[in-house]
């Protein structure tokens, strides 16, 4: 990489995003250990994948409680959330103020693309390139560029024919969309699919859901918070961060460490009941061995196939929602706020792809074909003014992928990777001297609560740059035996499990054509993977190879 000396700036670290991972890693970096440290957004503000995710009715996962910072008191005291579950708006509004209370704006370049990054083996720095022409050059490059924010368009025949208006949810305009008196298909129903689908249904004239593959959902009980449940909050916010700090998801909750097996049936479906009208992504906590019992997991599945079926008035409908392939939890749990009663509405419909496939795109619509019981084919098309692809993304790897990022010896990490990601403890890869990846694949990311897996994985960064500043050490980087080692450790955790063993699960990159189908978390917990972490700190970084 030629780097022109006029466009060049000199640092100590660059920090790739300006989500909760690129704020919080600035915020120690800068703050706490006075680094030169710049933030590079390709956006046009903070906020990560939620700056991209304004599509109707999206809305985080996780209790408004538990989803955002715990390092500051202060920040804990100050802040009130609306919503137990907070929408994309408000968690923006959030991270701005995060950004102006500790006055992170004057680091951060947004609008700034990283299209190239390479390791120059002559001085141990990182020369760094965004799309403005501007360079960077660095001892630490640190990538917190998301989970989910590489948006996946499937490649359907005829889409480029399409006439009318045709939207992805993780690309959804910041002006908003009119679907007014417009008749609109939604591809895809995923977690996504499902939040976005009741919100479409109430102002559009009509929706088709095209549906791949069925989904489980739980009801989210999402409520406005009073002013007593917000200062409760505030007042157990200590225990609550121990809590999300010693579980393997992150929450501010422990599984039941009861057996699903060891339950009589009766007390069980109590147990299930309770945790349904609760709500949330705590259903999966109702007993211990839903992810590793096929068995255990059935009793959850079945209670929740029969809920849906009771929510949705049309039989035929109700049957192709709960024809459900894969044990509950193993994919991405979704929980939602009247999705399956949105059948329901007149001007509602459900496709069921397995039944009837897309066969194309035409310039004003969608052609579905099926063959009857004589062999017979038959075509449906679906008259559409607008589109909206809820199709998720090309998760973990796809943000840093799509980045020419070289190691020694011009390496492409997408050639160290193209048998699918290879790295240590999730934050180092061989080759890639002092470039940091935070809850990249390797770690417990997507399987947790985010702001608890990122601050666990900021603090670990963090303490290391210190470790190597302190000592004079210039870099660090995994060898290949340690990379070996924690690939080993990380299929044995999710073997334990039933996630990898699902069929066009997005852990495992499924959801993308040509893509090696790797499972990409660590699926040991937070937990598990935060005491790993802090003994191979303890001992000095031993199976890192520091110069």
């Not at 200062?231 to 039941?256: C, E, F, L, Q, V």
Request: charged residues 20%.
């Amino acid at each position: 990489m030629n780097t022109p000396q006029s466009n060049l700036e000199i640092l100590d670290a660059v920090v790739i995003g300006a989500g909760f991972a690129g704020l919080y890693q600035l915020y120690c970096l800068r703050d706490q250990q006075e680094l030169k440290v710049k933030v590079l957004e390709a956006g046009s503000g903070v906020g990560g994948t939620w700056h991209w995710n304004r599509y109707p009715g999206a809305r985080c996962d996780s209790e408004s409680h538990v989803y955002c910072y715990t390092f500051s008191k202060e920040l804990t005291e100050h802040w009130n959330w609306s919503e137990r579950y907070p929408g994309a708006t408000e968690i923006v509004d959030y991270l701005n103020h995060v950004a102006d209370r500790f006055s992170l704006r004057s680091s951060i370049e947004f609008n700034s693309r990283v299209v190239a990054a390479q390791f120059e083996e002559g001085n141990g720095y990182w020369n760094i390139e965004v799309d403005t022409g501007q360079h960077y050059r660095a001892r630490f490059l640190i990538t917190a560029v998301g989970c989910l924010s590489s948006a996946n368009m499937p490649n359907i025949d005829g889409l480029d024919d399409f006439k009318g208006e045709c939207y992805h949810t993780g690309q959804w305009p910041h002006e908003g969309v009119q679907l007014e008196g417009k008749r609109v298909g939604q591809i895809g129903t995923g977690s996504t699919g499902i939040q976005v689908a009741p919100v479409i249904a109430q102002t559009a004239e009509h929706l088709t859901v095209f549906q791949r593959t069925a989904n489980y959902s739980v009801p989210a009980r999402n409520h406005a918070l009073s002013t007593q449940e917000r200062n409760n909050h505030k007042k157990n916010a200590a225990t609550t961060r121990d809590i999300s700090r010693s579980n393997g998801n992150g929450h501010g909750w422990h599984i039941n460490k009861q057996r699903a097996l060891d339950t009589l049936e009766e007390q069980r479906t109590a147990i299930y009941e309770k945790a349904w009208q609760t709500g949330g992504l705590k259903f999966r906590a109702s007993f211990s061995d839903l992810l590793s019992s096929n068995e255990a997991n059935s009793t959850a599945a079945e209670f929740l196939k029969v809920k849906i079926q009771q929510l949705v008035n049309n039989p035929a409908t109700a049957a192709s929602l709960s024809q459900i392939d894969h044990p509950y939890a193993a994919k991405r749990p979704p929980i939602d706020t009247h999705y399956f009663e949105t059948y329901n509405r007149d001007n509602v419909e459900l496709v069921d792809l397995r039944k009837t496939p897309i066969s194309m795109i035409t310039k004003d619509g969608v052609v579905c074909h099926s063959i009857d019981s004589q062999g017979l084919e038959h075509e449906t098309h679906h008259d559409l003014d607008v589109l909206v692809f809820a199709t998720g993304y090309d998760a973990i790897t796809g943000t840093l992928l799509r980045m020419d990022i070289r190691g020694r010896n011009n390496v492409k990490l997408s050639e160290a990777w193209s048998a699918g990601p290879r790295n240590h403890l999730g934050v180092q890869v061989a080759g890639f001297p002092n470039l940091f990846t935070i809850t990249g694949p390797g770690s417990p990311c997507v399987l947790t609560n985010m702001p608890a897996a990122i601050e666990q994985h900021v603090e670990w960064i963090s303490d290391c740059i210190a470790y190597l500043n302190d000592n004079n050490h210039t870099t660090i980087e995994s060898p290949e035996s340690s990379v070996e080692y924690w690939v080993t450790e990380v299929n044995k955790a999710a073997e334990e499990t039933l996630l990898p063993k699902v069929k066009h699960s997005w852990y495992l990159g499924a959801n993308i054509p040509g893509k090696p189908q790797v499972f990409m978390p660590y699926a040991g917990g937070l937990d598990t993977y935060r005491s790993i972490c802090d003994k191979e700190a303890n001992a000095g970084y031993k199976s890192f190879t520091i110069s």
